[in-house]
């Protein structure tokens, strides 16, 4: 229509995907299929690319400690470095490589304000100093007991670090003395890939057996290291358990093997060990879920793209569990097909570049990709409310 502005026909545009949404989602309903439909809608997520000036491709690990973001990367088989950068805006700070810094092939990386673990898959940990970059100390040796560590954290004084080929040794925050290296079968470690502290208990996720499929998490007590429980079976859904996160109460774990509905997310009580659930298929739509992060009220899960061409970001009510929405290429066609309406008003293109890595930043959530950093800006005031299916 002449004189009409180009506004004009982006809400029209926008309108019609509603309506097709809505009559989509009648239809689906009528055939039997679940429909979530949530009281709020979400808002439109800005996005930009984080301008860190290096290349994050190969990124293996985060680590957030206040005003600063540290990202282990693996440069060849047994190289690798450590970069710095402002929480603020992404600006790159530092990058410590070279052989004086004595990180080989990082794995993981964790940090308690003074100081930084980094998990070396070579079999070592290298303590560096938060103020100035410059290395402690290298832990290694048969004493430590590591063998292909692949994940770290450090909490009230202790560093716990899994290895994929062993089992749990305890450090001492203070000095990098060994505590106990935890191993046997009493423990039920299976590959171990993942590692928090919460409710005064240390959870370990298992990757399982060598075929990927199955697993479990076992819990330890975070005062003397003894064995609480190991978690396992088809109630609790583990497959292949990637990685683990804890809030409010809650302990999420991503499960990647994509044999079951793309992949998915089991939920635990944090007191007991108890499942809750386990979230997958329907608008859940994860696609080999790989990170997960934290952020006040929601979880973020950063879908690699088995088959999603480019991956995705699942956004989840961490109160409950409910799917909020998820970002990728083609957002509202996805939650169209599942009648999941509020993804469809909440699309727009996300090109994440198959992410592995998510994290919390202040009020941002950092999102690694081959090709960048994407940073989604959250709108504090979208509550994010739901209904579980």
């Known amino acids: ?17 509603i309506l097709a949404a809505a009559a989509m989602a009648v239809v689906l309903a009528a055939a039997g299929e679940t429909v979530l439909v949530l009281h709020t809608r979400p808002g439109r997520i800005p996005v930009h690319v984080l301008p860190v000036g290096q290349d994050m491709s190969s990124a293996t690990a985060i680590a957030v400690d206040g005003s600063h973001v540290w990202v282990a990367s693996e440069t060849d088989r047994w190289g690798g470095s450590v970069t710095e950068l402002d929480a603020s805006d992404g600006r790159w700070v530092r990058t410590l490589a070279g052989p004086s810094y004595g990180i080989h092939s990082p794995t993981a990386i964790a940090a308690d304000g003074a100081h930084l673990w980094v998990a070396n898959g070579s079999g070592s940990v ?41 089992g749990v040794t305890e450090l001492n925050a203070g000095d990098g003395s060994r ?25 370990v996720a298992n990757e399982g057996g060598v075929d990927g499929r199955g697993g479990s998490v076992t819990e330890l007590n975070a ?4 064995w609480v429980r190991t978690l396992s079976g088809a109630r609790y859904g583990f497959n292949a358990p990637y990685s683990i996160a804890s809030a409010g109460g809650r302990i999420w774990v991503t499960d990647l093997y994509p ?25 859940y739509n994860f696609d080999s879920p790989h990170g997960i992060a934290v952020d006040g009220s929601h979880i973020w899960v950063a879908n690699s793209g088995a088959s999603q061409a480019g991956g995705s970001v699942t956004e989840l009510n961490a109160s409950n569990g409910s799917w909020i929405q998820t970002l990728s290429e083609d957002t509202w066609m996805q ?11 909440a699309s727009g293109s996300y090109h994440f570049g198959n992410p592995g890595l998510v994290a919390a930043v202040g009020t941002h959530i950092w999102v690694f990709g081959r090709d960048g950093v994407r940073v989604l800006t959250d709108p504090a005031a979208r509550p994010g409310r739901g209904e579980r299916r």
Request: charged fraction near 15%.
């Open 126 to 166: 290298t303590e560096l100093n938060a103020g100035d970059g410059s290395r402690v100390r290298t832990l290694s040796g048969a004493r430590y007991g590591f063998r292909g560590p692949t994940a770290i954290t450090v909490a009230g004084g202790h560093v716990w670090v899994a290895s994929y080929d062993g």
């Open 335 to 345: 939650s169209l097909v599942r009648g999941c309406i509020p993804g469809v008003v």
């Open 223 to 226: 005062g003397d290291g003894s």
């Open 1 to 17: 229509m002449e004189g009409a502005s180009p506004g004009h026909g982006r809400r029209r545009g926008r309108t019609i995907k």
């Open 179 to 203: 505590v106990r290296t935890l191993s046997g079968a009493r423990y039920g470690f299976s590959a171990p890939n993942a590692i928090t502290v919460a409710d005064g208990l240390v959870w």
């Open 259 to 283: 044999g079951i509905a793309g992949g998915s997310v089991t939920e635990l009580n944090a007191s007991d060990g108890s499942w809750v659930a386990t979230l997958t298929g329907g608008c």
